[in-house]
């Protein structure tokens, strides 16, 4: 009887007139058994080894999009525009792309570059600090995560959630203030000092959210170990580079500001 699942009415195999293979001899089938098995690259399978190497290959574009943005740090605006849509296109597409990862890469690295070098004529020496601390923080985590003491769960992922839509609608507050005139303040409400403890609120804020970055790696980590595991097609890499460099910028940005609030109160 004929199947009305297209998964199986599209497959020759599946039909009602598909031929029957001919026997193979004792010795065909002991070669058949003595071939070593198909490795993941072969079976066009995501692997570790694969999805560190592109995204290794993705920070290296990153990377030269930053010493473009370095030298010309007028570029920065623009490039984080373009570099926030072809974020959403990454985001949305059901496929991942190859080309739109590493556009995003270089001009998410412009972007980098270019207020990392606007917060360096202000604060010498900030930008190798926000890098060794980011260097840092991602070594941690990943180290932890490999070792098994730090998973992702349900309960800790529902908090993290809820913090990112607090910390969003925050930052979408303070931003408007800052444009409207509201604060004269550098960062806005993040220069306020906390009443009774004499410290920065972006402070405090900055430490929390620097977490949030971490346990977003912890997330990454964890879908690539699933991806791996479930035997996800090989192109699901680029998606998980994308995933990475997302945080780690995301990550960088916040120590930048966290430095740079810091070295600001002094």
Do not use: C, H
Request: zero cysteines.
């Amino acid at each position: 009887m004929a199947s009305s699942n297209p998964a199986f009415t599209n497959s020759p195999a599946f039909k009602a007139q598909a031929a029957v293979p001919a026997a193979i001899s004792a010795q065909q089938l002991d070669e058949l058994y003595g071939r070593p098995a198909a490795t993941p690259v072969e079976t066009d399978r995501m692997t570790y080894e694969d999805t560190i190497v592109k995204t290794v290959f993705s920070f290296a574009i990153l990377l030269a999009g930053a010493v473009v943005g370095w030298i010309f740090p007028v570029l920065a605006l623009p490039a984080a525009l373009i570099g926030f849509v072809l974020a959403l296109v990454n985001i949305f597409k059901k496929k991942p792309s190859k080309a739109l990862v590493l556009s995003y890469a270089a001009f998410e690295g412009v972007f980098v570059g270019g207020i990392s070098a606007f917060f360096e004529t202000i604060y010498p020496g900030i930008a190798v600090q926000a890098v060794l601390a980011t260097l840092t923080v991602v070594g941690v985590t990943l180290a932890l995560f490999t070792s098994g003491k730090i998973r992702a769960s349900k309960k800790a992922t529902k908090i993290f959630l809820i913090a990112m839509i607090g910390y969003a609608v925050f930052s979408l507050i303070n931003l408007g203030m800052m444009f409207f005139g509201a604060t004269d303040q550098p960062f806005g409400m993040r220069s306020w000092e906390i009443p009774g403890l004499g410290i920065p609120l972006g402070v405090v804020l900055g430490v929390l959210v620097i977490f949030m970055a971490a346990y977003s790696l912890v997330l990454d980590f964890d879908n690539i170990q699933r991806g791996v595991r479930n035997g996800a097609p090989r192109v699901f890499a680029w998606q998980a580079a994308f995933g990475i460099m997302v945080t780690v910028v995301w990550l960088y940005i916040e120590i930048l500001r966290l430095i740079a609030i810091l070295r600001g109160s002094e």
